[in-house]
């Protein structure tokens, strides 16, 4: 029998709104309760490197906050401007400087600005215990 | 938060989505052709279907577009069309652009296109393609004949495309950034056979300068041969590609490709592989077999062949039909812990187009639900599970508002690690390969201090 468009329309509109219930049942299974440190330990090394965070810093944070940073244009006709108080990360000694400034902003979710994605638990996990082992690097050799 | 998603599926559909122009086509079968009464192929050799394929000639889409895919982006899509404007679109022109006359019957003073291959010679003089030459030898009754697509050669032995984006984000600090540039090139010398190619570069939002000096620009997005229009639409293809998953949506930022190295902007996505199937009125299955470089590191810019030790394969099947479908996915990948691990990935999606049903009902909607899992670093698997949804409004030709709102918690294991997006926006295509897309983003995350806005906006230009 020839379905009419309305019925052919009522049945699909059914199967969203079951795809709504799942949606909303998958959505509502509560989430972990525990840090990522808590669930699996191993997740990340113990004793990050400097090389790992510049990694992140640099794919997260650098677009922003590079050498242009403190209210000059960045030039090389980029046309990045950037907020007058931003610090620049790009150095090691940058990096290290700012290491406890970087980790409470990318905890409390505040960094990076906007609705860009915020750091994964991985990559906020390998910072912390960055921070935490007196942030080794090149440039801080003998914390 | 779940509440939120569940609104948003329920009124959901379009970020740039593609897949939401494939939902909106289906109403008007002028969106895709010159109207008039032509000789219905045989089932089995018909494209009128809401598949990828049909608008690109990439069967998982994307990319270069066919002579329907042109059509519809002159016709149908902008504000100020360069081909005929479908029938039942001639009163929902921008107020003061083109004609509001819907009563004008089609006929009257528009083009026609031959009913079938016998008639077609008579309209080859009419064709004025910029970008494509040449036909392929082996011409059939269920190849694309001149004359379907107003002035657009149908069937191009050599076809070249672009697509450049330009984009700005205004949040704390503002960017201006390119993010894309793909130059495409499609070789078709017979029929059932093409080389598709292309190279772009690799898209910084860092600025121009790193745009240029990145070791990724430019590089082979896409370089494999294809086998194609054979009876049922299937095809097969090897080099390489993405492969299928999902919806394949244009906004690269959604999580539902981010989250499982399916984002379309990244070198890496890329893998090497094989890929058959069929996109047909209205079933499709598409299946691949693939290798791929190591998560950590990207492939070489132009050895399609440089790939790790691990394989992946993936599925995607489903239904499109003209005014709605359905589809389900499922991609693994097994691969030494180092190299990042195994995944395994399973998608379900829906697109809904009322105004297909109801005239006056200009809405579209689509969505997916995604889940799966990964490995840590420890061995540990890694749950996941993204949601995205998205709700068009087709306020007039050429200017769409939309809302998208997509949800992930990567790790079902981990506190406080889920976020959602809510997008509020316009897409407005003024002119033919010209498109203006802004929308304010408002990211919700665990912390609540961290919750914020940003203002994104990008042009398309497109041929």
């Avoid at chain 1, 640099?58 to 980029?78: A, F, I, P, R, Y």
């Avoid at chain 2, 393609?129 to 269920?142: L, S, Y």
Wanted: proline content about 7%.
């Amino acid at each position: 029998m020839h379905k009419t468009p309305t019925r052919v329309l009522k049945s699909q509109l059914r199967a969203c709104v079951l795809l709504l219930v799942i949606a909303g049942a998958l959505a509502g299974c509560a989430s972990g309760d525990k840090t990522l440190d808590a669930v699996d330990p191993n997740a990340v090394a113990l004793n990050p490197t400097f090389d790992q965070v510049n990694a992140i810093i640099h794919n997260k944070c650098v677009m922003c906050h590079d050498s242009g940073s403190g209210g000059e244009d960045n030039g090389g006709g980029d046309y990045l401007r950037l907020e007058g108080d931003m610090q620049p990360f790009e150095t090691c000694t940058q990096i290290v400087a700012e290491a406890e400034s970087i980790l409470e902003r990318i905890q409390d979710n505040t960094m990076p600005p906007g609705a860009m994605p915020r750091l994964s638990s991985e990559e906020r996990l390998i910072i912390q215990r960055w921070v935490e082992n007196d942030r080794p690097a090149p440039c801080n050799p003998t914390p | 938060m779940a509440l939120v998603a569940v609104v948003f599926f329920a009124l959901t559909r379009a970020a740039l989505a593609t897949p939401q122009y494939a939902a909106q086509a289906g109403r008007t079968c002028d969106s895709c052709h010159i109207l008039p009464d032509w000789d219905t192929p045989k089932l089995a050799h018909q494209k009128r279907n809401m598949s990828c394929g049909t608008c690109h000639v990439d069967p998982a889409g994307g990319g270069m577009r066919t002579a329907s895919g042109r059509y519809y982006g002159r016709a149908t899509l902008p504000m100020i069309a360069t081909s005929p404007r479908p029938q039942d679109d001639w009163d929902r022109n921008f107020p003061g652009v083109g004609r509001r006359d819907k009563a004008t019957p089609y006929e009257s003073y528009l083009p026609v296109g031959p009913r079938n291959l016998e008639q077609a010679p008579a309209y080859r003089d009419s064709i004025d393609d910029k970008w494509a030459w040449g036909t392929p030898k082996g011409m059939t009754p269920d190849t694309p004949f001149p004359g379907r697509h107003f002035k657009l050669n149908n069937d191009p032995m050599l076809r070249i495309g672009g697509d450049f984006r330009f984009a700005a984000l205004f949040s704390a600090s503002s960017l201006v950034f390119p993010m894309q540039a793909d130059v495409h090139t499609a070789v078709h010398p017979v029929h059932h056979a093409t080389l598709l190619m292309n190279v772009g570069a690799r898209g910084q939002s860092s600025g121009y300068s790193d745009t240029i000096d990145d070791s990724h620009t430019p590089y082979f997005r896409e370089l494999f041969a294809m086998t194609h229009e054979w009876p049922y639409q299937s095809y097969a293809k090897a080099g390489r590609f993405v492969p299928a998953f999902g919806l394949k949506l244009d906004d690269h930022t959604t999580r539902t490709r981010r989250e499982f190295e399916l984002d379309t902007s990244l070198p890496e996505t890329r893998v090497l592989g094989v890929e058959a199937g069929f996109v047909a009125a209205y079933p499709f299955f598409q299946a691949s077999y693939f290798k791929m470089k190591n998560k950590f590191e990207q492939p070489d810019p132009w050895d399609i062949f440089d790939v790790d030790d691990g394989w992946g394969t993936a599925f995607n099947a489903g239904w499109r039909d003209l005014g709605w479908s359905f589809g389900a996915s499922a991609l693994m990948r097994r691969r030494p812990l180092d190299q990042g691990g195994d995944t395994d990935t399973y998608a379900v999606y829906a697109s809904l187009n009322p105004w297909y049903f109801w005239q006056n009902i200009p809405l579209t909607l689509q969505g997916e639900i995604d889940t799966g899992t990964s490995q840590r670093a420890s061995g540990l698997d890694q749950k996941k599970l993204v949601m995205y949804g998205e709700v068009d409004w087709s306020a007039w030709n050429g200017v769409t508002l939309l809302t998208a709102y997509d949800w992930a918690d990567p790790d079902r294991d981990v506190i406080d690690d889920e976020s959602g997006r809510l997008q509020i926006g316009a897409q407005l295509t003024v002119y033919p390969g010209v498109t203006l897309d802004s929308r304010i983003r408002y990211l919700s995350v665990a912390t609540p201090t961290g919750s914020d806005t940003d203002f994104f906006t990008q042009l398309h230009v497109w041929f």
